[in-house]
C-alpha cells in the first residue's frame, strides 16, 4: 500500500493538470470570456431553436449565474444542438473574484444574445419535469436543457389620435411593435384592454401596427393598454397610456358657418355674427336644471358656453341654435335659457320639426344653462324681440318727462283754440 501511494498522488496531479490544460483550451477556444475552474457541471440539448427556427451552426450559447457572471459558452458546431457545456462555480479560494456560480444558483441562458427559456430534459439521464429550475449544483452532472430563445422588442408604443378628446368623439388608438436593426418586422396580435378589461378581439400586426378605435368612453381618465403576444422571433410585451375624455365637446377655430355637436343630444349652432366666439363648448347633462320650473322638468339640459381666442367670455355673436326633444314638440313649445335670476327662464322659439324632434331658436346672443320647454312654465318669460343693452332709469324718466311735457303742451294748444274759437263767435 505504501508503495502505492506515490504512484496514486503522481495520477492525481496528471489529472489536474489535464484538467487545467483542457480549461486553458476551451478559454483560448471560447476568447477567455469565462474563467474555468475546478467545479461544473455539464449541459447539452439535442433539440433547441433560435427565432422559430432550429439553432443554427455558428450561434453562440451562454449561460450566467444570478449576478451576471458567464459561466459556460458553446459554439453551435451542428444544427439545433449545443453542448456539451460546461458551467463552471466560483473558486472558493479565491477570494475577492466571483468565477461563476455558486450551490443553489438559478442558471439563465442566451443564444445569440437574446434571452431563452428552457426546458429540462434530463439529468444524467433520469428525466426530470419539464418546468424544472436549472440550478448550480457542483456535482458534475449532466443536465439535458433544450433552449428556445426570441429576441424582446426594441420598441413598443401606443399613441392617441385626440388627447385630451371631446366626450363621443371617435378615438383611434394607435400600436407600433418595432426590432431592433436588421431583425425581422414582428408578426402576430395584439390585444386592447380599457380600463383592465379586454376592449374588442385580437388585432393582427400589420408592418409592425395595428389599430383600434372608440366614441364610447365616458369623461374621465381612462388606462388604455395594448398587450402583444410575441411570434416566433419575438418575446410578448405591452405598452399603455392616460386617456382624458372631456366632459363636453369643443370646437374651436370657428367661423361664420354651422356646427354639429354630436355628443350632446345631438344640437347644431349656425353662427349668423361672429363677434368674438373663437370656441364653444356643449355639455349634455342628463336629468333636470337644478334650476328647473315646471315646462322645463324634460330630464335632460346643456350647459353651452362660448369663448374668444383668449379663453374668456365671448360676445357680440348672433347664432342660431337648434336643440333637440325626448318628446314630440308642437308650436308651444320653447328654447329656454337660464337667465342666473331666481328661476327665471328666457323662452323663445322660432320654428319647431315634429319628424326630427327639434326646436330652433335664431338670434341666441349669449350661453348659459339651455333646456327645451315643453310649453314652458308660469315662471318662464317669453323674449319675442332680443335687444343689446338695457333701458336706463333715466331714459326711462326722461321718456316719460318728454310724454309728459307733450300731453301738456297739447291740452295748452286745444285751449287756445278753444278761446279763439269763442271770440270769433262773438
Known sequence: MKGRKPVMIRAVGALALAVALC???????????????????????????YLGQPVPVGANIAVYDPQGVQCGEFVVTRTGWYGVMPCYGDDPDTAGVDEGAVLGDALHFTINGATARTEAVSIDGAPIPSTTVVTWNGARNLWQV???????????????????????????????????????????????????????????????????????????????????????????????????????????????????FNASGPIHVDISVLGTLDCLRVQHVIGDPPQATA????????????????????????????????????????????????????????????????????????????????????NAVTVRDLRAGAWRPEVIWMVLLSSL???????????????????HDL
Request: with cysteine; hydrophobic share 35%.
Open 23 to 49: 480549461a486553458i483550451l476551451l478559454s483560448t477556444v471560447w476568447g477567455g470570456s469565462v474563467a474555468p475552474t475546478n467545479t461544473w457541471i455539464d449541459l447539452y440539448s439535442l433539440d433547441s431553436t
Open 146 to 260: 433544450n433552449l428556445y430563445a426570441r429576441l424582446d422588442v426594441s420598441g413598443h408604443e401606443l399613441a392617441s389620435s385626440d388627447n385630451p378628446a371631446n366626450l363621443a368623439q371617435s378615438i383611434t388608438f394607435t400600436t407600433t411593435v418595432s426590432g431592433g436593426a436588421g431583425d425581422p418586422i414582428p408578426t402576430g396580435n395584439v390585444q386592447f384592454w380599457a380600463d383592465g378589461a379586454a376592449w374588442g378581439g385580437p388585432v393582427s400586426l400589420v408592418g409592425g401596427q395595428a389599430t383600434t378605435s372608440t366614441a364610447n368612453l365616458i369623461a374621465g381618465s381612462h388606462t388604455i393598454s395594448v398587450a402583444y403576444g410575441g411570434d416566433e422571433a419575438f418575446y410578448p410585451s405591452t405598452a399603455s397610456l392616460t386617456q382624458e375624455v372631456r366632459p363636453y365637446e369643443e370646437q374651436c377655430g370657428l367661423a361664420a358657418t354651422g356646427y354639429d
Open 295 to 378: 315646462g322645463i322638468e324634460t330630464g335632460q339640459y346643456w350647459i353651452i358656453t362660448g369663448l374668444d381666442g383668449l379663453g374668456n367670455p365671448a360676445g357680440e355673436f348672433s347664432v342660431t341654435l337648434t336643440l333637440p326633444t325626448n318628446f314630440t314638440p308642437d308650436g308651444n313649445d320653447k328654447l329656454c335659457r337660464y337667465t342666473g335670476i331666481g328661476q327665471i327662464w328666457d323662452c323663445a322659439a322660432s320654428s319647431f320639426d315634429a319628424v326630427n324632434n327639434t326646436v330652433t331658436r335664431i338670434g341666441v346672443p349669449g350661453f348659459s344653462t339651455w333646456a327645451v320647454g315643453n310649453d314652458v312654465g308660469p
Open 405 to 423: 311735457m307733450g300731453l301738456l303742451a297739447a291740452g295748452v294748444f286745444l285751449v287756445k283754440r278753444r278761446s279763439e274759437g269763442r271770440r
